[in-house]
C-alpha cells in the first residue's frame, strides 16, 4: 500500500496541479522580461534572502513551494532575456530551446549509457553529426555532452594527456604522473581562467606552461610560439573572452598537426563562428585541431548547462574518461558516458538538438552574425559618443577605456545600479577597462542605443 507521502505525490502527477502553477508563474515571469529591470535591485535581492528559514520539519506543500518561488527566488533574478544583458558571455534562452528542456524535464532521463535512454543517446548522435558538419571537423570527431566548456575543456585536455603519454609507452591511468615522462604546454597569454585550472586540475602543473606573448588583440603571437612536437599540448583559443579575438588557426593547428602536437580549442562562444558562412573566415584552419570545446548555452542560446567536447581522437577521449579499460565493452549503440567524466547525467543534447533544428544552417548564421552585427553597432555607437573602443569588433566583444580622469569602479556601479543594462569591468592590458558582451539572441538595434544613453547618463553621473 502506497504511503500517505506517495499518494500525496500521485494525487500531483494526476491532477498537475504544482506544473499547471509553476507554468503560469513562468508565463507571468516571460511576460515580463521585456519591462524588468535587467539586475535586481537591493530590495529585490532583500526579498531573496527571506527564502531563508529553518529546514522545515513536516515539509511544506507544493502551492507554496512554487508561489514562493515565483514571489520571492524570482526577484532576485538577473534578466538573461531582457535584450541588455551584457556580462561574462551569457545568452538568452530560445523559446523553443526552452520548451524541450520542459518536455525532457518531465521524461526524466538519465543520459550515461544506451539503455538508460535511448532518447538521449540517439538525440545526442544526430546533434554530434551535425555539430562535426557544421563546424566543419573531420570525420571520426566525436562528441560528449557536459555542463559547459570548463568541463569541455578539462575533458579535452585529458585525451591530449592520454595520448602525448601513452606515446611514450607511459600509460597515465595505470602509472599517474610521479615519474611521468616529459609533457610540454604551450599557451598564449591570455588563455582562459579555465583552461588554466583544467591545466592544474589535470595535474600538469601551471608553472609548467611556456607562456608565449600575445598582440593587442589578445591572440598568440604565431612567430612566438616555440618548436613543437609530439610531447606538446598546444592551447588556442576561438574567442578571446574580453575581446573576441581568434588566434591565427591556419598556421598555428598545421604546424601543430605536422609536428604531433595536440592541439586543443578554446571555442567556448567563438567556435560558433565556424557555423557561419559569413564569419567562418575567423576560424579557418581550427580543423587541424584534435580537440575542441564550445558552450551552447553561449552563443546557440540554449538553457544551462550544455557544454560540448568535440575530439578526433575518439579512443584517447574515451581511455581518459574512462580508467578501466575493461569498462569498453564493445556495444552497437553510442553510450554518451564514454564521451564524458560524468556518469549519470542531464539528457541535455536534447534542447541542443531543438535548438539546432529550429534555427537550421540560416538561422544559425543569423543568429551568430546578428550578434556580431549588434556590436558592431554598440561600438560605433559608443565611439560616436565619445567613448574609446579598445578592440577590433570580430564577433560579440567589446572593451571600453576610461579617459585618465575617470573612476572606472563608479561608472561601472552606476551602470549596474541603474537596471537600463548590465556590464562588467575587467582588466585590459593591465588597465580597467568595461567589458561588454552581446550574446542574446533577444537584443534588438534598440538594446543597443538604449544601453548606449545609459553609458552617456552614467558617464555624466559619475563626473559629478
Ligand atoms: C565561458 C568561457 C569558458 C568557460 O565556460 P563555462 O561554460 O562557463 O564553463 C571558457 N573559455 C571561454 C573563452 C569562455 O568564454
Known amino acids: 500500500m502506497a504511503s500517505d507521502l506517495q499518494n500525496r505525490m500521485f494525487a500531483e502527477l494526476d491532477d498537475k496541479e504544482p506544473l499547471e502553477a509553476a507554468k503560469q508563474c513562468a508565463f507571468d515571469y516571460l511576460d515580463k522580461t521585456q519591462e524588468r529591470r535587467i539586475y535586481p535591485s537591493a530590495a529585490d535581492i532583500e526579498a531573496l534572502r527571506r527564502l531563508s528559514t529553518e529546514l522545515p520539519r513536516g515539509g511544506v506543500d507544493a502551492a507554496t513551494i512554487i508561489n514562493d518561488l515565483h514571489n520571492q527566488a524570482a526577484r532576485g533574478c538577473v534578466n538573461n532575456i531582457g535584450g541588455r544583458y551584457f556580462g561574462l558571455v551569457t545568452g538568452g534562452v530560445l523559446p523553443v530551446a526552452l520548451a524541450a528542456r520542459w518536455l525532457a524535464d518531465a521524461w526524466d532521463q538519465n543520459a550515461p549509457l544506451f539503455k538508460t535512454s535511448p532518447t538521449a543517446a540517439i538525440i ?157 573566415h575567423l576560424t579557418a584552419g581550427m580543423e587541424r585541431a ?67 533544428r529550429y534555427l537550421g544552417r540560416e538561422g544559425i548564421d543569423a543568429l551568430v552574425t546578428g550578434l556580431h552585427e549588434r556590436a558592431a553597432q554598440f561600438a560605433e555607437e559608443l565611439s560616436a559618443e565619445g567613448f574609446n ?5 570580430v564577433f560579440n566583444q567589446i572593451l571600453i577605456g576610461y579617459g585618465d580622469d575617470g573612476d572606472p569602479a563608479a561608472f561601472v556601479k552606476h551602470i549596474q545600479d541603474g537596471g537600463e543594462c548590465w556590464v562588467g569591468g575587467a582588466t585590459w592590458e593591465g588597465r580597467p577597462v568595461i567589458r561588454i558582451s552581446v550574446c542574446s539572441w533577444a537584443t534588438t538595434p534598440e538594446d543597443i542605443t538604449r544601453s548606449v544613453k545609459a553609458f552617456v547618463a552614467a558617464r555624466k553621473a559619475v563626473a559629478g
Open 290 to 356: 584534435r580537440s575542441w570545446s564550445v558552450d551552447a548555452h553561449k552563443t546557440l542560446n540554449t538553457p544551462y548547462d550544455g557544454g560540448i567536447i568535440l575530439c578526433r581522437d575518439e579512443e584517447a577521449l574515451n581511455m581518459a574518461l574512462h580508467a578501466a579499460g575493461s569498462y569498453l565493452v564493445q556495444s552497437e549503440d553510442r553510450d554518451g558516458m564514454f564521451y564524458t567524466p560524468e556518469l549519470s547525467r542531464r539528457a541535455r543534447a536534447i534542447e541542443i538538438w531543438a535548438a539546432l
Open 389 to 393: 573602443v579598445l578592440n577590433d569588433i
Open 124 to 280: 545526442e548522435e544526430i546533434c554530434e553529426n551535425w555539430m562535426r558538419d557544421l563546424f566543419g571537423l573531420p570525420d571520426g570527431t566525436v562528441a560528449g555532452f557536459v555542463s559547459g566548456s570548463s568541463l569541455a575543456i578539462f575533458s579535452g585536455l585529458a585525451a591530449a594527456r592520454y595520448r602525448i603519454f601513452q606515446n611514450q609507452g607511459w600509460d597515465v591511468n595505470a602509472k599517474g604522473l610521479a615519474g611521468a615522462p616529459p609533457v610540454r604546454i604551450v599557451s598564449g597569454r591570455h588563455a582562459h581562467a579555465t583552461v588554466v585550472k583544467a591545466v592544474a586540475l589535470l595535474g600538469l602543473g601551471i608553472d609548467n606552461v611556456e607562456w608565449v606573448d600575445v598582440d593587442d588583440q589578445g591572440r598568440i603571437m604565431a612567430d612566438r610560439v616555440p618548436a613543437l612536437d609530439d610531447k606538446t599540448i598546444l592551447l588556442l583559443q576561438a574567442g578571446n573572452v574580453n575581446s573576441g579575438a581568434f588566434d591565427d588557426f591556419a598556421s598555428l593547428c598545421a604546424r601543430a598537426d605536422d609536428a604531433g602536437a595536440w592541439t586543443h580549442v578554446d571555442g567556448a562562444f567563438g567556435l560558433w563562428a565556424a557555423a557561419s558562412p559569413r564569419l567562418q
